[in-house]
């Protein structure tokens, strides 16, 4: 992994070039040999494992379990919900033999064709066949509700365009699937895991998200409604970061999943399912980062704080190390990732642009002339302010430093965002305009025709139906009807 | 989930039966519509992440970093190492199309033959055959190396028989992947993670194992060396539950990883995987369950702690609640897991026995009478053993039992391996003995054609060359001709 550090194309030359090379310079993904397959890489794992702990925690705090569910579903089960089928079930992967053999000339080898499925399996795309063809076995009575299931595990949606965590045809995700006794119940699981959702995303994330709900349009195969968050990158463009769905009676019918309720009469179980995927690695990357590279917001960030010495001779560098130690362990102890990078295999230079491409929170540097005046030079990577500090009282400043930088970029990503959403009442304007990016609020038919219009024409789509807006009725701005509510139109990933 | 408590068949009775209903009855697995595809339950699913949480610090301790690698392998990698397709690629789930279609009654869909693969892909059996190949684009210097990556996933191996955890077509692991610029360096690696996997499996699983190198016979496809542990289960069979291989250079010159030694010169690098699986579970199950059902280590135990109220009205219920939320505020505080179940579904002599079931370490009940003898009914769940005690220091007793129960454990499991350790000099009294179970220390020859004879006269096979045990040299008992050492023979899972 040793490389030249080269420089990233700038984001004003070309943003989606400067996506890509982020990605792989920071060493969080790569293409691999497999089409649409991507190789996580340590650094970026490190990163999502981090988000799946702090996200499983909430999960948990609302009641969830996890479980795990096969792989592979058989082809049969995808048909059974009607619409489901027509939004999933095309572009996947599917398994038809289960056995290879040595080849004729036995430098290789062949399918087996005696080793044909009676019935082909699929790799899940999303799991709700599979999960409500088991729920049935599990849910008999009104006191087996609700069910509250989660799995972390991987999907795969066979892609034709890919790019790094954004759209991939293998990817990680969870789907929380759960059951009801009653519509009202389902409905506010959907909503609260939205929120849980929500909350992750600028809590931890830093990343500010709009709420909302999809139009039927851009509904969830299957789902009577589909909750949304999405968020704004640097271009203006929306990205879909989570989404929640309450899926009526649609499953428990299909796969006829029945209970007593308390009057002892059979009921149809509620459903929702809900998610959030690799894709969030994307929305991070493009939320924070900059021309030097990823900012991580330090809740998220497998290395919170590096320390580099500064030093001419070994002596020099013995005393750096004697300084540091402590500073290393007052540090660990307040539960801080702290790295003392003090290897001989690099320059100095070429570290700190490193660790600023890695996005690295906090940097320390500490040289001979420091410890003379007991002094540290910080440096913070969302502002790449840097300052001299006293040694002393080091570790409670980059604490505090530490939530400082969580707050900042999360304000910082909210200002812009704020400043990029336009209410917008004519559509030559919003024609013009959209392609520049932004978030639109403008008033809505409730029509797929305006929908699709709007989608013709510039590309743009209906996000959702935005909580959060003081809303007022007004007229359509494509037909020119009356619409009760503005929606949020964006161009998105 | 509402089901009447039936009683499990004895141990005695049928081993294999009473393992297959414990799963089930316990709330651990269940098979899925999908063949030899299982379902992990969310009781047995919190054990598991428990497993993978500790296992996953101990990694991270010894320098290992997470990553994650597609899924699908193209089919000519798995023929790149010749000994490696030998021993895997034969049977497994094969990818051939990548598209469904609405079939022409428009009421189901079928494979679309216009999307067929050129080069058919299969789901990962194990991943070395991916990873080196990305490995070629990580490796170029020693100072790259060494690498030390793990992922914790699932795979896919086309069983035809399967039991839960024990056999499955899919099953969850975690597959480490390292590779070194040294021979000794890697086989240190390989001996490393083994030690790893013991140390986990006795300390945490209160699993003893025994440590060994495998017969030629009994290598992983594609190793110089597998190092493995072997625990017994209470039948007397064998039960590998972790390897770890030393790959030699083999997957380095299958895929080409080079890498400029200190002298400069191109050198292939050294190579080590090594996993455990979902299997761990089986391993779990049938070292301490009883006929009541599971018994857990405290240290995997979801819930360590479960205390029961005994009451005749909601006064007393009341009464009981003040009495016990405390105590439950003061177990939660020193980090033990433990439920209250005051819920009024269920008589307590039932809750009893489902938490027998279930393997909770530890139950308290209180009732009326205890309260006005400032008493609790401790019951540990190993021995069954009851004792009522003063309620007043109840929570370091219940800490120091929990220990106490994780070690008892231990050592009852580890005297009851021991007195099924038999080493054996004639061939007769073998063939005779090993069908009713047990492990047998026996002189070996070291040819084949000796360990083949065995496991076709008798099903046993040599399971390890085993490190710990005092040896001296003797007889071959099949074949009369000399031998170094014993190795440790038995039937297996």
């Known amino acids: 992994m040793a490389k030249e550090l080269d420089f990233l194309t700038k984001r004003s030359e070309d943003y989606s070039r400067w996506y890509n090379e982020l990605v792989v310079k920071a060493d969080l993904a790569e293409q691999s040999d497999v089409r649409g397959c991507m190789v996580i890489k340590p650094y970026g794992y490190a990163i999502w494992e981090r988000m799946q702990r702090l996200l499983d925690d909430r999960f948990k705090a609302t009641g969830v379990q996890n479980a795990y569910f096969p792989l592979l579903i058989p082809k049969s089960f995808l048909s059974r919900e009607a619409e489901h089928v027509e939004g999933f079930a095309k572009e996947c992967a599917v398994v038809t033999h289960y056995r290879l053999k040595t080849n004729e000339t036995r430098d290789g080898v062949v399918v087996d064709p005696a080793a044909k499925l009676e019935e082909e399996l699929i790799i899940r795309p999303t799991s709700e066949t599979i999960i409500w063809n088991t729920y049935k076995n599990w849910i008999h009575s009104y006191r087996d509700l609700p069910l509250l299931i989660n799995q972390w595990c991987n999907v795969m949606r066979w892609e034709m365009r890919t790019r790094l965590f954004l759209r991939t045809s293998e990817f990680l995700w969870q789907e929380g699937h759960t059951a009801h006794a009653t519509r009202e119940e389902a409905e506010e699981r959907a909503k609260l895991m939205l929120k849980v959702y929500a909350d992750f995303a600028e809590e931890v994330m830093a990343v ?51 209970f007593t309720d308390e009057q002892n009469q059979p009921q149809f179980a509620w459903a929702t399912s809900w998610g959030v995927s690799t894709r969030l690695m994307g929305a991070l990357i493009m939320t ?28 020099q560098l013995k005393k750096v190390d004697e300084a540091v130690n402590p500073i290393v362990e007052e540090l660990r102890k307040l539960g801080i990732s702290v790295k003392y990078d003090n290897a001989d ?22 040289g001979a002339r420091d410890l003379e005046n007991g002094t540290v030079e910080v440096m913070r990577r969302d502002t790449l302010e840097k300052e001299t500090r006293p040694l002393e009282g080091i570790v409670q400043y980059v604490q505090t430093l530490l939530d400082d930088i969580q707050k900042n970029i999360f304000e910082k990503a909210r200002a812009y965002r704020d400043s990029r959403i336009y209410e917008c009442d004519d559509y030559e304007e919003f024609k013009d305009r959209v392609k520049d990016g932004g978030f639109f609020l403008c008033h809505w038919d409730g029509t797929t025709e305006t929908e699709a ?18 809303q007022t009725p007004g007229v359509d701005m494509v037909s020119g009807k009356p619409a009760v509510a503005r929606v949020l139109i964006a161009r998105s990933y």
């Open 208 to 258: 500010p998200v709009i709420q909302g709900v999809k139009s039927e349009t851009e509904r969830f195969a299957g789902a009577l409604d589909t909750y949304t968050i999405e968020a704004m990158m640097q271009d203006g463009k929306a990205l879909q970061s989570g989404t929640s769905h309450f899926l009526g009676q649609n499953f428990g019918k299909a796969f006829n999943v029945t």
């Open 453 to 470: 219009k709007i989608k013709e024409d510039t590309q743009a789509t209906i996000r959702c139906i935005p909580y959060g807006f003081e």
């Open 345 to 366: 295999n690099r320059r100095p230079g070429f570290k700190f642009a490193d660790y600023e491409l890695k996005g690295v929170p906090v940097r320390l540097v500490l």
């Open 288 to 315: 924070h980062s900059d021309d030097n590279g990823l900012v991580l917001p330090p809740r998220l960030a497998p290395i919170q704080v590096v320390i580099v010495p500064i030093y001419k001779n070994d002596e």
